[in-house]
Protein backbone atom coordinates (compact mmCIF):
# COMPACT_ATOMS: atom_id res chain seq x y z
CA UNK A 1 0.00 0.00 0.00
CA UNK A 2 1.69 3.19 -0.74
CA UNK A 3 0.39 6.65 -0.35
CA UNK A 4 1.75 10.57 0.05
CA UNK A 5 1.89 12.42 3.27
CA UNK A 6 1.29 15.77 3.95
CA UNK A 7 4.96 16.50 3.74
CA UNK A 8 5.16 15.11 0.04
CA UNK A 9 6.73 12.56 0.77
CA UNK A 10 6.01 8.49 0.04
CA UNK A 11 5.19 6.03 2.17
CA UNK A 12 4.86 2.36 1.63
CA UNK A 13 4.17 -0.71 4.09
CA UNK A 14 5.14 -4.21 3.20
CA UNK A 15 4.31 -7.55 5.02
CA UNK A 16 7.02 -10.45 4.81
CA UNK A 17 5.81 -13.44 3.36
CA UNK A 18 6.75 -17.03 4.08
CA UNK A 19 8.63 -17.56 1.38
CA UNK A 20 10.28 -14.22 2.04
CA UNK A 21 11.75 -14.86 5.53
CA UNK A 22 14.82 -15.68 6.62
CA UNK A 23 16.24 -12.68 3.93
CA UNK A 24 18.37 -9.72 4.54
CA UNK A 25 15.94 -6.60 5.42
CA UNK A 26 17.97 -5.14 2.19
CA UNK A 27 17.61 -7.95 -0.29
CA UNK A 28 13.65 -8.24 0.81
CA UNK A 29 13.11 -4.64 0.40
CA UNK A 30 14.86 -4.90 -3.68
CA UNK A 31 13.19 -7.81 -4.34
CA UNK A 32 9.95 -6.13 -3.68
CA UNK A 33 10.95 -3.12 -4.86
CA UNK A 34 12.78 -2.95 -7.74
CA UNK A 35 12.44 0.89 -8.87
CA UNK A 36 14.57 1.75 -6.04
CA UNK A 37 18.47 0.83 -6.33
CA UNK A 38 20.22 -1.65 -3.33
CA UNK A 39 22.42 1.54 -2.44
CA UNK A 40 19.53 3.70 -1.75
CA UNK A 41 17.53 1.48 0.09
CA UNK A 42 20.73 0.63 2.09
CA UNK A 43 20.83 4.40 2.80
CA UNK A 44 17.25 4.73 3.92
CA UNK A 45 17.67 2.41 6.43
CA UNK A 46 20.64 3.60 7.76
CA UNK A 47 18.84 7.36 7.73
CA UNK A 48 16.28 5.92 9.45
CA UNK A 49 13.44 6.08 6.83
CA UNK A 50 12.69 2.24 6.35
CA UNK A 51 11.68 0.80 9.92
CA UNK A 52 11.04 -3.09 10.92
CA UNK A 53 8.06 -3.98 13.34
CA UNK A 54 8.41 -0.03 13.90
CA UNK A 55 11.89 0.51 15.15
CA UNK A 56 15.00 1.45 13.48
CA UNK A 57 17.32 -1.70 12.03
CA UNK A 58 19.79 -2.75 9.56
CA UNK A 59 20.47 -3.67 6.00
CA UNK A 60 21.52 -6.79 6.83
CA UNK A 61 18.90 -7.52 9.46
CA UNK A 62 17.11 -11.14 9.16
CA UNK A 63 13.32 -10.67 8.34
CA UNK A 64 10.80 -13.07 9.78
CA UNK A 65 7.47 -13.99 8.32
CA UNK A 66 4.67 -11.61 9.46
CA UNK A 67 7.42 -8.80 10.20
CA UNK A 68 6.24 -5.49 8.97
CA UNK A 69 8.12 -2.76 7.36
CA UNK A 70 7.52 0.53 7.04
CA UNK A 71 9.27 2.54 4.17
CA UNK A 72 9.13 6.28 4.29
CA UNK A 73 11.09 8.03 1.28
CA UNK A 74 12.31 11.58 2.10
CA UNK A 75 10.97 14.47 -0.03
CA UNK A 76 13.74 15.06 -2.59
CA UNK A 77 16.60 16.90 -1.22
CA UNK A 78 17.22 20.15 -3.45
CA UNK A 79 20.39 20.45 -5.84
CA UNK A 80 23.31 22.33 -4.46
CA UNK A 81 25.67 21.25 -7.42
CA UNK A 82 26.81 24.02 -9.71
CA UNK A 83 25.88 23.75 -13.26
CA UNK A 84 29.32 24.05 -15.47
CA UNK A 85 30.09 24.47 -19.28
CA UNK A 86 31.26 20.96 -20.04
CA UNK A 87 30.97 19.44 -23.54
CA UNK A 88 28.87 16.45 -23.62
CA UNK A 89 28.55 13.90 -26.59
CA UNK A 90 24.58 13.15 -26.50
CA UNK A 91 23.99 9.77 -28.38
CA UNK A 92 20.17 10.03 -27.49
CA UNK A 93 17.80 12.74 -26.08
CA UNK A 94 14.09 12.67 -25.48
CA UNK A 95 12.01 14.67 -22.72
CA UNK A 96 12.44 12.00 -20.29
CA UNK A 97 15.99 11.24 -20.51
CA UNK A 98 19.64 11.60 -22.38
CA UNK A 99 22.07 8.85 -22.94
CA UNK A 100 25.92 10.31 -22.65
CA UNK A 101 28.79 8.93 -24.22
CA UNK A 102 30.88 9.85 -20.81
CA UNK A 103 34.67 10.10 -21.65
CA UNK A 104 37.10 8.18 -19.39
CA UNK A 105 38.91 10.62 -16.71
CA UNK A 106 35.41 12.27 -16.18
CA UNK A 107 33.92 11.85 -12.39
CA UNK A 108 29.77 10.74 -12.52
CA UNK A 109 28.77 12.96 -9.51
CA UNK A 110 30.58 15.00 -7.05
CA UNK A 111 31.69 13.39 -4.11
CA UNK A 112 34.75 13.29 -1.47
CA UNK A 113 37.91 14.95 -3.35
CA UNK A 114 35.70 15.89 -6.67
CA UNK A 115 33.36 18.25 -5.56
CA UNK A 116 32.96 19.83 -8.86
CA UNK A 117 34.29 19.01 -13.02
CA UNK A 118 32.14 15.94 -12.87
CA UNK A 119 29.28 14.83 -15.68
CA UNK A 120 26.44 16.10 -12.54
CA UNK A 121 27.43 19.83 -13.27
CA UNK A 122 27.68 19.32 -17.19
CA UNK A 123 24.39 17.61 -16.83
CA UNK A 124 22.93 20.97 -14.75
CA UNK A 125 23.96 23.14 -17.64
CA UNK A 126 22.29 21.37 -20.23
CA UNK A 127 19.11 20.13 -18.86
CA UNK A 128 16.33 22.14 -17.55
CA UNK A 129 15.30 19.32 -15.45
CA UNK A 130 17.11 16.21 -13.41
CA UNK A 131 15.20 13.29 -11.23
CA UNK A 132 16.16 13.73 -8.27
CA UNK A 133 15.74 10.77 -6.52
CA UNK A 134 19.24 10.31 -6.25
CA UNK A 135 19.49 13.01 -4.17
CA UNK A 136 21.66 16.44 -4.58
CA UNK A 137 24.63 15.08 -5.44
CA UNK A 138 23.22 12.44 -8.41
CA UNK A 139 20.39 14.38 -9.89
CA UNK A 140 19.12 12.36 -12.66
CA UNK A 141 21.99 9.52 -12.17
CA UNK A 142 20.02 5.79 -12.36
CA UNK A 143 23.50 4.25 -13.03
CA UNK A 144 27.27 4.90 -12.45
CA UNK A 145 30.37 4.06 -14.55
CA UNK A 146 33.93 4.41 -13.09
CA UNK A 147 35.92 7.89 -13.56
CA UNK A 148 38.54 5.67 -15.95
CA UNK A 149 35.60 3.69 -18.02
CA UNK A 150 34.28 5.45 -21.44
CA UNK A 151 30.79 4.57 -22.68
CA UNK A 152 26.92 4.77 -22.58
CA UNK A 153 25.31 6.19 -19.22
CA UNK A 154 21.36 6.85 -18.95
CA UNK A 155 20.39 9.62 -17.56
CA UNK A 156 16.59 10.27 -16.15
CA UNK A 157 15.12 13.60 -16.66
CA UNK A 158 12.16 13.01 -14.44
CA UNK A 159 11.10 10.92 -11.07
CA UNK A 160 8.59 8.34 -13.01
CA UNK A 161 11.41 7.76 -15.80
CA UNK A 162 13.92 7.52 -13.27
CA UNK A 163 12.05 4.72 -11.25
CA UNK A 164 11.11 2.83 -14.83
CA UNK A 165 14.75 2.72 -15.47
CA UNK A 166 15.95 1.43 -12.34
CA UNK A 167 13.33 -1.45 -12.47
CA UNK A 168 14.72 -2.38 -16.00
CA UNK A 169 18.43 -2.45 -14.68
CA UNK A 170 17.08 -4.29 -11.83
CA UNK A 171 15.30 -6.60 -14.12
CA UNK A 172 18.20 -7.24 -16.64
CA UNK A 173 15.75 -5.48 -19.34
CA UNK A 174 18.85 -2.96 -19.86
CA UNK A 175 21.58 -5.14 -20.85
CA UNK A 176 25.19 -3.70 -20.32
CA UNK A 177 28.10 -4.79 -22.38
CA UNK A 178 32.00 -3.78 -21.72
CA UNK A 179 34.68 -3.66 -23.67
CA UNK A 180 38.15 -3.84 -22.54
CA UNK A 181 41.50 -4.02 -24.32
CA UNK A 182 43.81 -6.77 -21.66
CA UNK A 183 47.24 -7.45 -22.00
CA UNK A 184 48.37 -10.59 -23.12
CA UNK A 185 46.44 -13.72 -25.05
CA UNK A 186 43.58 -15.52 -22.96
CA UNK A 187 43.67 -19.33 -22.16
CA UNK A 188 40.26 -19.63 -23.19
CA UNK A 189 38.35 -18.16 -25.59
CA UNK A 190 35.19 -17.88 -23.07
CA UNK A 191 34.52 -17.85 -19.24
CA UNK A 192 32.94 -17.11 -15.84
CA UNK A 193 34.80 -15.32 -13.20
CA UNK A 194 33.10 -15.87 -9.79
CA UNK A 195 35.56 -14.25 -6.95
CA UNK A 196 33.99 -12.21 -4.10
CA UNK A 197 35.07 -8.29 -4.00
CA UNK A 198 35.80 -6.54 -1.05
CA UNK A 199 38.28 -3.16 -0.27
CA UNK A 200 41.64 -4.37 -0.10
CA UNK A 201 42.91 -4.21 3.08
CA UNK A 202 45.93 -2.34 2.38
CA UNK A 203 45.68 0.15 -0.32
CA UNK A 204 42.19 1.22 0.39
CA UNK A 205 41.38 2.88 -3.04
CA UNK A 206 41.53 -0.29 -4.26
CA UNK A 207 39.09 -3.39 -4.44
CA UNK A 208 40.52 -6.91 -4.37
CA UNK A 209 38.93 -10.24 -5.28
CA UNK A 210 41.45 -11.54 -1.78
CA UNK A 211 39.67 -9.80 0.30
CA UNK A 212 38.70 -11.50 3.49
CA UNK A 213 35.21 -10.03 3.91
CA UNK A 214 34.73 -9.97 -0.02
CA UNK A 215 31.11 -10.08 -1.85
CA UNK A 216 29.73 -12.12 -4.27
CA UNK A 217 30.60 -10.79 -8.03
CA UNK A 218 29.94 -12.75 -11.04
CA UNK A 219 31.96 -11.17 -14.94
CA UNK A 220 31.13 -13.39 -18.00
CA UNK A 221 33.62 -12.79 -20.74
CA UNK A 222 34.67 -14.14 -24.29
CA UNK A 223 37.01 -12.94 -26.30
CA UNK A 224 36.55 -11.04 -29.77
CA UNK A 225 40.29 -10.67 -31.18
CA UNK A 226 43.65 -11.66 -29.62
CA UNK A 227 47.42 -11.38 -30.47
CA UNK A 228 50.16 -12.32 -28.13
CA UNK A 229 51.01 -8.89 -26.31
CA UNK A 230 46.83 -8.25 -25.69
CA UNK A 231 42.82 -9.19 -25.63
CA UNK A 232 39.62 -7.74 -27.13
CA UNK A 233 37.20 -9.21 -24.96
CA UNK A 234 33.14 -8.37 -24.20
CA UNK A 235 32.40 -8.52 -20.90
CA UNK A 236 29.11 -8.85 -18.93
CA UNK A 237 28.51 -8.58 -15.26
CA UNK A 238 25.81 -10.31 -13.32
CA UNK A 239 26.66 -8.68 -10.16
CA UNK A 240 27.68 -4.66 -9.78
CA UNK A 241 30.61 -4.46 -7.53
CA UNK A 242 33.02 -1.37 -7.48
CA UNK A 243 35.93 -1.91 -10.05
CA UNK A 244 34.53 -5.22 -10.46
CA UNK A 245 35.55 -5.85 -14.41
CA UNK A 246 38.74 -4.21 -13.40
CA UNK A 247 39.75 -6.55 -10.68
CA UNK A 248 38.41 -9.83 -12.21
CA UNK A 249 40.65 -9.22 -15.65
CA UNK A 250 43.43 -8.07 -12.99
CA UNK A 251 42.82 -11.31 -10.72
CA UNK A 252 42.71 -13.56 -13.94
CA UNK A 253 46.76 -12.05 -14.70
CA UNK A 254 44.98 -10.36 -17.84
CA UNK A 255 44.41 -6.59 -16.69
CA UNK A 256 42.92 -3.90 -18.73
CA UNK A 257 45.71 -2.03 -20.51
CA UNK A 258 46.04 1.80 -19.77
CA UNK A 259 44.35 0.57 -16.15
CA UNK A 260 46.71 3.04 -13.12
CA UNK A 261 45.09 1.70 -10.54
CA UNK A 262 45.50 -2.10 -10.70
CA UNK A 263 48.29 -2.32 -13.44
CA UNK A 264 50.06 0.60 -13.53
CA UNK A 265 53.14 -1.19 -15.28
CA UNK A 266 51.29 -2.28 -18.28
CA UNK A 267 49.38 1.79 -17.97
CA UNK A 268 51.54 3.64 -20.59
CA UNK A 269 53.32 0.03 -21.65
CA UNK A 270 51.00 0.19 -25.67
CA UNK A 271 49.69 3.56 -25.95
CA UNK A 272 50.44 6.96 -24.99
CA UNK A 273 47.20 7.07 -22.45
CA UNK A 274 46.89 6.77 -18.67
CA UNK A 275 43.39 5.70 -18.69
CA UNK A 276 41.76 2.53 -18.74
CA UNK A 277 40.86 0.57 -21.93
CA UNK A 278 37.16 0.12 -21.01
CA UNK A 279 34.32 0.98 -22.59
CA UNK A 280 30.72 0.58 -22.08
CA UNK A 281 27.90 -0.14 -24.47
CA UNK A 282 24.16 -0.46 -23.57
CA UNK A 283 22.19 -3.29 -26.45
CA UNK A 284 18.55 -2.95 -25.38
CA UNK A 285 16.14 -0.76 -23.57
CA UNK A 286 11.94 -0.68 -23.63
CA UNK A 287 12.57 3.04 -24.10
CA UNK A 288 11.58 4.10 -27.42
CA UNK A 289 15.07 5.00 -29.14
CA UNK A 290 17.00 3.21 -27.09
CA UNK A 291 16.73 -0.06 -28.90
CA UNK A 292 20.38 0.08 -29.04
CA UNK A 293 23.49 2.39 -28.66
Not at 17 to 33: G, I, P, Y
Request: glycine share 6%.
Amino acid sequence: MRQLSAENSTRIDLVVSRTEARLRLDQFLAKRLPEFSRSRLQQLIRDGFIRLNNANSRPRQIVRSGDKIQLTEPPLEKIETLPEQIPLEILFEDNDLIVINKPAGLVVHPGAGHREHTLVNALLNHCSTLSGIGGKERPGIVHRLDKETSGCLVVAKNDATHRGLSKQFADRAVEKIYLALVAGRLRKAAGIIEEKIGRHPVHRQQMSASALRGRAAKTEYRVVRSSERASLIECRLHSGRTHQIRVHLHHLGHPVLGDKVYAPHLAKDFFATDVACLEAWISSSSHSGMEKL
